[in-house]
């Protein structure tokens, strides 16, 4: 992971020479913490973005976008907030493809973006609460509300027979908004939570916490956390008890560093991811096994990146301006109809016919399609986890 953060001058130098007419626009997501497994996929998808467009020469003005990447950690707020502002007031970048994890996504917008009047499109922040968030019309999210996201995973779960679950959850603003919406959901529709309890990341042990939701039972554990450090301590520990032998797996706690570390005795867990099943989602997949370096478009938000990132750069095109408190206004128009539908690999062509005053629906990898303030409506595959893969069952 040092390594990763040390290659930041490279993969700036990557995406475009140094020019007078270069725009930096940052990666804040978490290189180190507890998604940093899928982190790695995600700064390269945006990075490939930022590429197919300097390599069609179609940005106005010369643009030569450049990438600047910060460690938000995910789980460090205070981190976070530290590495935006380096990337604000110091390196002078002209948005944000960021946050990640919604604490430290909820942290730099109100800490930095809108005192800064800083544009933050954020592919994997998806606490419910930044929904109402007050963000100066500032932040975008191309990953859909986890409110949605509990109301698939109750379906989930009751269409596999389940009637009662524990659940247990990251104590933090992604974790405590997402266990809520998988509670409120599953119980409406007649199931039981029988405890609701929190975990902390960064644990040695979680004995104690497995106890605890053992003794209040349950068909199966649902682990609301994230899948490189206090989910995957939840599974092994209820494992090595006996606990549980079977779990549900919202989106925080998928990635393949998962299954490579529980091994066999994951198979037979289920549940659910935010991504699409459009062709967009196809090409961008083949892309991403095409690209140097190469990355996954199958991994969690790489897809919701490469978009990000893509919206930043369309909707600065739209306004024939850098300034985030100009071009602000005109991401919601590049991402919706009217206009001509645009998927991965098509970043040239839509920079040209925006430049030749046409409407463009920018459709990417995602499906993306921004609903409300500023959100995806969001599409999500649901999973089953067999021989140590995620196996598609079907998208909802």
Not at 26 to 33: A, E, S, V
Not at 76 to 97: F, Q, W
Not at 159 to 172: D, F, M, P, Q, R
Not at 319 to 343: C, F, H, L, Q
Request: hydrophobic fraction near 40%.
């Amino acid at each position: 992971m040092k390594k990763l953060l040390l290659a930041t001058a490279a993969s700036a130098l990557m995406v475009g020479a140094a020019s007078a007419e270069d725009v930096k626009i940052g990666i804040l997501i978490g290189f180190t913490g507890p998604i940093e497994s899928l982190t790695g996929h995600m700064a390269n998808a945006a990075e490939e973005a930022m590429n197919e467009v300097n390599a069609s020469g179609k940005a106005l003005n010369g643009w030569n976008f450049v990438s600047d990447r910060g460690d938000s950690t995910c789980g460090d707020s205070a981190a976070a907030v530290s590495a935006a502002e380096r990337l604000v007031t110091a390196d002078g970048v002209k948005g944000i493809m960021g946050a990640d994890c919604s604490g430290a996504t909820g942290a730099v917008l109100q800490n930095v973006a809108r005192p800064n009047g800083m544009v933050m499109i954020s592919p994997s922040a998806t606490s419910p609460a930044l929904s109402t968030a007050e963000d100066d019309g500032l932040f975008f999210r191309t990953a859909p509300s986890d409110a949605r996201e509990g109301e698939v995973m109750a379906d989930v779960l009751m269409e596999h027979g389940v009637k009662s679950i524990a659940l247990t959850y990251t104590n933090n603003d992604y974790g405590k908004g997402l266990a809520e919406a998988i509670a409120s959901s599953f119980t409406a529709k007649g199931g039981v939570v029988t405890i609701n309890a929190s975990h902390e990341d960064g644990k040695a042990d979680y004995s104690a916490e497995v106890a605890s939701l053992a003794a209040a039972g349950g068909d199966l554990l649902v682990v609301a956390g994230y899948l490189d450090q206090g989910g995957k301590g939840i599974i092994q520990a209820s494992l090595d008890s006996g606990a549980f032998s079977k779990f549900g797996l919202p989106g925080g706690m998928v990635g393949d560093s998962l299954p490579a570390a529980i091994g066999p005795a994951l198979n037979g867990s289920y549940g659910q991811v935010a991504q699409s099943d459009s062709a967009g989602a196809a090409a961008l997949i083949e892309m991403g096994k095409n690209n140097t370096p190469a990355w996954d478009g199958t991994s969690p938000y790489s897809m919701e990146s490469y978009d990000a990132a893509a919206l930043i750069m369309l909707a600065m095109q739209a306004a024939n301006s850098t300034d985030p408190k100009v071009y602000k206004d005109k991401v919601m128009e590049v991402a919706n109809a009217p206009g001509e539908k645009i998927g991965p690999g098509e970043l040239g062509k839509a920079m040209e016919l925006i430049a030749a005053g046409k409407d463009i629906d920018y459709e990417g990898g995602s499906a993306v399609e921004l609903i409300g303030p500023g959100e995806s409506a969001g599409r999500y595959r649901e999973f089953e986890i067999k021989d140590g893969k995620y196996e598609t069952v079907k998208f909802r």
